[in-house]
């Protein structure tokens, strides 16, 4: 039987704008244009067909005015994750922002006032970091360990210890891992929220690839491991991941409590983000009403990938420690065997590999020494991608 996504067609995106693959943008960004991007994670696949008909067909009515989120795209939001997830939102809680990253500006911005600390675990994806300095609260670190199976693990003890400093206010999680590729334990979630609590902590836990675990694991949503932190917890979630709809900037905050709801909002208001973008709505509706389907294809393409991944760096690059992916579609692997400093590292991959990755260091001082690939893209290029990796190691 015919499958519904189509994973091995390859959209020609040089010219449609995308900051993964215009030549101008990598030149600027990378100092290289011929390379293969394999870096910011968005996919080289086409999103859903019932996503592209409904927006089709929303081009119909000639009209694009201001758009206010309607009711059956916040049902859709509150069915997908009680179904995907067996977590029951309530319609009031549901806050619009355009992404996931200017929602923790804004949850910074209005949660917590100048000078307030708030704790992030590096390695981890950077506007974590730019939300806090650059909205001048500082910065307080917890980085992950390395666990005895090579996967990052949680350093409670120093958790502890810093959030029992009064002026610490708000932590920030990432819920499952990126770049680690984590999907946090249920009995990690609980340890982590009994000390929010303990301590009077808000979290705000961004659960944006909550739909990309792969067998084996489950994302558990932070008010499913215990109930007790709703009322201090603020969870960012999309469509964007799961379905490629980045550039349609529209993504759910929820946020249970009220009063957090309302500081939330009047902040989003004083910044004029308010209003949601009206193709964004129609395509996180269908994806989440119609998308399924699609979604399970998509999952067992990015686990195809993620064996191609693995089965690659076993046999050809033997002495590079691959961290085991649980969920994203992001490999993190670490460049200690090769005995240079990580900037020689990028540049070979670059210059000599011709492949974009992102280098650990950008994800903060525990990821000094690793690099994170994206391996949605159709199999043919995940091959190309995997030799250029290898060349440009070989070069060192
Ligand atoms: C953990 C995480 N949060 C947020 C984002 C970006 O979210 P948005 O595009 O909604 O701002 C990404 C994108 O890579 C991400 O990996």
């Given at each position: 039987m015919p499958g519904i996504g189509d994973f091995c067609e390859f959209p020609?995106?040089?010219?449609?704008?995308s900051i993964k693959w215009e030549p101008e943008h990598l030149q600027a960004k990378?100092?290289?244009?011929d390379a293969l991007p394999m870096w910011?994670?968005?996919?080289d696949f086409a999103t859903a067909p019932c996503v592209l008909d409904a927006l089709r067909a929303r081009l119909d009515h000639p009209l694009f005015g201001y758009t206010r989120v309607f009711e059956p795209y916040r049902e859709a939001v509150i069915d997908w994750f009680k179904v995907q997830h067996g977590w029951t939102i309530q319609t009031d809680w549901i806050c619009h922002a355009p992404g996931v990253v200017s929602a923790m500006n804004l949850l910074v911005l209005a949660l917590t006032n100048p000078g307030d600390k708030i704790v992030v675990q590096p390695p981890i994806y950077y506007p974590f970091f730019s939300s806090v300095r650059d909205n001048k609260r500082e910065l307080v670190l917890n980085p992950l360990e390395i666990d005895p199976h090579g996967l990052y693990q949680i350093n409670f003890d120093q958790l502890e210890e810093q959030f029992?400093?009064?002026?610490?206010?708000l932590f920030m999680l990432c819920n499952p891992h990126n770049p680690g590729g984590r999907v946090w334990k249920k009995a990690e979630l609980s340890r982590l929220i009994g000390l929010c609590i303990r301590h009077n902590i808000l979290v705000i836990s961004?659960?944006?690839?909550?739909?990309l675990v792969w067998p084996g694991y489950t994302h558990q949503p932070?008010?499913?491991?215990?109930?007790?932190?709703l009322e201090q917890c603020i969870i960012c979630t999309a469509s964007s991941k799961s379905f490629n709809l980045?550039?349609?900037?529209t993504s759910d905050i929820i946020i249970p409590d009220a009063r957090l709801r309302r500081k939330y909002r009047s902040q989003l208001h004083k910044t004029g983000l308010g209003d949601p973008n009206i193709m964004g709505l129609v395509a996180t509706e269908v994806a989440y009403r119609q998308g399924l389907d699609w979604l399970n294809e998509l999952r067992a393409q990015l686990v195809r990938n993620l064996d191609q991944v693995e089965l690659f760096f076993a046999e050809q690059l033997p002495d590079v420690t691959l961290m085991k992916t649980q969920a994203t579609y992001l490999a993190w692997f670490n460049l200690?065997?090769?005995?240079?400093?990580a900037k020689i590292a990028e540049q070979a991959l670059l210059n000599v590999g011709k492949v974009i990755l992102n280098p650990g260091y950008i994800f903060g001082a525990p990821g000094d020494d690793w690099m994170r690939v994206n391996f949605a893209c159709p199999a043919p290029i995940l091959s190309d991608g995997l030799q250029r990796i290898k060349l440009g190691l070989d070069s060192l």
């Open positions: 020609d995106r040089v010219g449609s704008g990378f100092g290289v244009s910011v994670a968005d996919m029992s400093d009064k002026s610490v206010r961004d659960e944006i690839h909550c739909d932070l008010p499913l491991a215990d109930s007790r932190i980045a550039g349609l900037q200690n065997s090769f005995g240079v400093d």
